[in-house]
């Protein structure tokens, strides 16, 4: 599903990513963790295409098609989404509004219609409940006064109602506490299946305790130092990171 090659990245002239490589293939779920300035963000968001970033070398394919001449909507389209580390508010647009225009708008990518209103309704409502957010969350303007929990828990929400082919979720964990890390995981779990895959960019082995990872790998300096199964991530926890530094420049 997504084939990340030699992929070189620089953010205001200096490099970031030197070299990295990554192949994540559909029902996959794959953990992106490393030390601070390891590369980590830059990855998800490079390939989602947010502003700021420079490739000056390699290539992402995602189901074949060359993601560095897409544009960001026509990466969206295509079945891309980027859950943020810090989601922005986004003032005079509500939630409900936000989420049926780009569920239309991925719908008519697709070749469907819009989705008629009563439909949509019963979905976000469900999915809502999913998420343990009241319904008036619905109504008011995009994260716009909510907490650290709740605007990751409408990342989450945004991802349940859009139903991305590859979510990738920017430490969807950071600042949760354990019940809100539940609700968030069971989220995510629910979106696993053999059509989708998802990265997880995480500092945290906790978050793997609540979704397990077919595959952890370790950015160092911009690139992959080591990967492993989910036994990676428990000995990251145990023994820092220090030792796959140590490793990645012997």
Not at 51 to 64: A, K, P, R
Not at 110 to 129: D, N, Q, W, Y
Request: net charge negative; aromatic share 4%.
């Amino acid at each position: 599903m997504l084939e990340v090659k030699n992929l070189h990245v620089t953010v205001e002239g200096k490099p970031i990513l030197k070299g990295l490589d990554l192949t994540v293939n559909a029902g996959e779920v794959h953990a992106i963790m490393g030390p601070n300035g390891a590369g980590k963000s830059t990855l998800s968001a490079v390939i989602a295409g947010k502003d700021g970033y420079e490739v000056t070398e390699g290539s992402i394919l995602f189901e074949g098609q060359d993601v560095l001449e897409m544009e960001i909507e026509e990466r969206a389209r295509a079945g891309l989404l980027l859950g943020f580390q810090y989601p922005i508010e986004i003032p005079g647009v509500k939630n409900i509004y936000l989420l049926k225009a780009a569920l239309n708008a991925a719908r008519a990518a697709r070749g469907e219609g819009e989705i008629p209103a009563p439909e949509f309704m019963k979905l976000v409502r469900e999915k809502s409940a999913e998420m343990k957010m009241d319904p008036s969350f619905l109504q008011r303007a995009v994260n716009e006064g909510f907490s650290g929990g709740e605007k990751k828990r409408n990342e989450i929400l945004q991802m349940l109602v859009l139903q991305p082919k590859l979510a990738m979720l920017d430490e969807i964990d950071s600042g949760l506490d354990i019940d809100a890390m539940k609700v968030v995981a069971q989220g995510v779990n629910s979106l696993r299946n053999a059509d989708r895959a998802i990265l997880l960019v995480t500092h945290y082995q906790r978050l793997l305790n609540h979704i397990e990872p077919d595959r952890v790998h370790v950015l160092v300096d911009g690139r992959i130092a080591k990967s492993g199964d989910k036994s990676l991530a428990l000995e990251l926890e145990s023994r820092g990171y220090d030792w796959v530094v140590e490793e990645s420049a012997a």
